[in-house]
């Protein structure tokens, strides 16, 4: 059997999967945080049952991409559970109807019913059960009340024999509110006020900048406290001494010291610039990179179940369409500086092709996920703040100056922001930390490995020259354009693979100020990694992705050459 | 009295009842979705600035419309308020 969660966007179905299946799933308070299905599975009277999350749809009309994911879904359930937003019966309704008249066994989870308490709205949920025909039961998911009770309501899914004309829809919606729902006024509370005010031109932007301000120094601290205290005394104080120790047994050389521990420094490890699997392609990706992932993650998070980036949709709007896409856009891109890959996925919630190119395109070259960011860090940071404003700035720059050529010159429509702006809520304490934990684990699972291959192949190219090699064919560009040194060919190459370690690679070269800012910035734009590349074919078709990865290869070396001339 | 205005021309604060959305088929179809529908009591919350998007409440949604498309919604306002 398989039962199916369909409703509208931010009703809350993720975390109705997750109480259902145990399943980790991401959710936010935007509309769109799901935009493919996942699949779990329950027991259900001791048969085994299986649960997909479906994305949300306001409508079986299809709207966008996400959109039509869900409406594609609906032929391959057995059973329906059609979750609603209590506080939002009216527009609930329209797709519960629609549902209604496919003939599918379902019933009703009326989410949010906490909610429903203090916005004065009070549901009659036995005559509503009555005149749907259907089961209906009221949840709080996020605390887990009446999920019980909908486990047991499962097999009491019926076939509504409800009917209605569908010119008429939006009467009988009015009349089913009629009869069940009575709306009480109230105050104004503080976070409605707050709402109001952070998306109102003279506060909000104010706010938007306080955010983003504050969203800096808290990731600042956290990684570097991190990084400080914990991991590099941890790498330094136990763990080199004992890779020194692994390091003597096997006489300080050799190709199997070589790949594990890699090259001593002045007799000593350089977790940064000894590049063996044990040293660096730990070091890395632990002591470097997680610090900051987390620390990004956690306020991410925060601001996804605030409530607030849909408001940041709405102040940049206008910003957004002068790169020829509109607000909402803005998710892509925050996502983007964790890790591409998601980033690439959300551009679903865009609605035309042309704006999901422009949006993965976009995100894809001037976007630098945190593990690059944390890298770059590191490196230029110690030169001061200009190289590092230097790097960013020329990538906000290739951003604005990219979009607003794909805006003139490519064919096809961009669509204005049309977006529910979700009341603001005080994130979940638990449901945050577990979404923050699914994100670090997914790097730790994702990530690791591939640093460590990435480092296993550094090893490989240098051991039979194939830097060398590949280096003298890409000279002109590599030193004439850009102004490096051929060894950076190295970095480019793992680039393919990993950002970060390309960054990495940088360490042992003797860089000017003037080559790292050239070298951070063409890392970031000259092509996406494997992982993101992957994602993004899948998601913009191969042509597509062809066309997307030209973009990207011109406008670095433009970017760099460029850089070089003026620096 | 009443007097028909668009959305954009309405001040923040003010209510209305949408009477008219100026828009293909497929538009008006995107905007019931959310609850913009005629018939339905509207209030504006905000406008940004440079012909940016409106922010408008309706029933218990709060809902970001484009300006060109919030432009096409008519509303009946009260003249007098």
């Not at chain 1, 966008?64 to 559970?81: F, L, N």
């Not at chain 1, 690791?448 to 192949?457: D, E, Q, R, S, T």
């Not at chain 1, 970017?559 to 001339?565: D, I, K, M, R, S």
């Not at chain 2, 209305?16 to 979705?33: A, C, F, P, S, Y």
């Amino acid at each position: 059997m398989r039962i199916l969660l369909m409703g509208n966007p931010n009703v809350g179905k993720s975390v109705v999967f997750n109480r259902l299946t145990g399943v980790d799933v991401i959710c936010s308070n935007y509309p769109g945080t799901t935009v493919e299905f996942t699949k779990g599975s329950m027991r259900i009277k001791g048969k085994h049952t299986e649960v997909i999350d479906v994305p949300g749809t306001y409508t079986l009309e299809p709207t966008s991409k996400a959109e039509e994911v869900a409406t594609k879904m609906i032929r391959e359930g057995d059973i329906v559970i059609n979750v609603v937003d209590a506080t939002n019966l009216e527009r609930s309704l329209n797709l519960t109807l629609q549902l209604l008249k496919r003939k599918v066994p379902m019933l009703v989870a009326l989410n949010l019913w906490d909610e429903t308490k203090h916005t004065g709205i009070s549901i009659d949920v036995e005559k509503l059960e009555e005149i749907l025909g259907v089961p209906c039961v009221p949840t709080c998911a996020i605390t887990g009340e009446g999920i019980k009770q909908l486990v047991e309501e499962i097999s009491e899914a019926k076939v509504s024999t409800y009917e209605y004309e569908e010119s008429e829809r939006w009467q009988e919606i009015g009349n089913i509110i009629a009869k069940v729902e009575k709306i009480t006024y109230r105050h104004h509370t503080f976070l409605e006020r707050l709402g109001d005010a952070s998306v109102a031109p003279a506060t909000g932007i104010p706010i938007a900048l306080i955010i983003l301000y504050a969203t800096f120094k808290i990731i600042r601290f956290i990684g570097e406290g991190l990084v400080g205290y914990v991991f590099e005394p941890l790498f330094e104080k136990l763990w080199a001494p004992l890779m020194l120790k692994l390091s003597g047994l096997m006489g300080s050389q050799g190709w199997l010291h070589n790949i594990l521990i890699g090259k001593l420094v002045d007799g000593e490890i350089d977790f940064v610039e000894s590049l063996g699997l044990l040293t660096t392609g730990l070091f890395v990706p632990i002591a470097m990179v997680l610090p900051y992932v987390f620390a990004f993650y956690l306020v991410l998070s925060f601001l996804e179940d605030s409530g607030y980036l849909p408001r940041l949709a709405v102040l940049v709007d206008t910003l957004m369409h002068r790169v020829g896409l509109h607000g909402l856009a803005i998710i892509p891109m925050m996502l983007g500086l964790g890790c591409n890959v998601p980033a690439a996925l959300s551009t679903r919630i865009m609605e035309t092709r042309r704006e999901r190119f422009i949006s993965a395109t976009l995100m894809a070259i001037a976007v630098p996920c945190m593990a690059q960011i944390a890298m770059i860090v590191g490196l230029v940071g110690k030169y001061g703040a200009r190289g590092l404003a230097t790097i960013f700035g020329t990538l906000f720059i290739v951003w604005v100056v990219l979009g607003v050529l794909f805006n003139r010159f490519l064919k096809g429509e961009s669509p204005e922001i049309f977006v529910e702006i979700p009341p603001y809520r005080i994130p979940y304490l638990k449901g945050l930390l577990k979404k923050v934990w699914i994100r670090v684990k997914w790097f730790i699972k994702e990530a690791v490995p591939w640093v460590l291959v990435g480092v296993f192949i550094i090893n490989v190219l240098y051991t039979f020259h194939i830097i060398e090699f590949i280096g003298k064919f890409t000279a002109p560009v590599i030193t004439k354009v850009l102004g490096l040194p051929l060894e950076a060919v190295g970095a480019l190459i793992i680039g393919f693979l990993r950002k970060d370690v390309a960054v990495g690679m940088l360490a042992p070269l003797g860089l000017t100020l003037k080559q790292l800012i050239i070298a951070s910035v063409v890392l970031t734009m000259y092509f996406p990694c494997v992982a993101t590349f992957t994602t993004m074919a899948k998601e913009l078709g191969f042509v597509d992705m062809l066309k997307s990865a030209g973009i990207m290869v011109i406008s670095a070396i433009i970017a760099g050459g460029l850089l070089n001339l003026i620096l | 009295m009443t007097k028909i205005i668009s959305l954009v021309e309405m001040r923040v604060g003010e209510t209305g009842k949408i009477v008219e959305i100026q828009g293909g088929h497929g538009m008006v179809r995107r905007l019931e979705t959310l609850g913009v529908r005629t018939e339905k009591e509207v209030k504006k919350l905000s406008g940004q600035l440079m012909r940016g998007p409106i922010l408008i409440q309706a029933g218990n949604t709060q809902v970001g419309i484009g300006f060109g498309m919030a432009r096409r919604v008519l509303v009946e306002v009260d003249k007098n308020a």
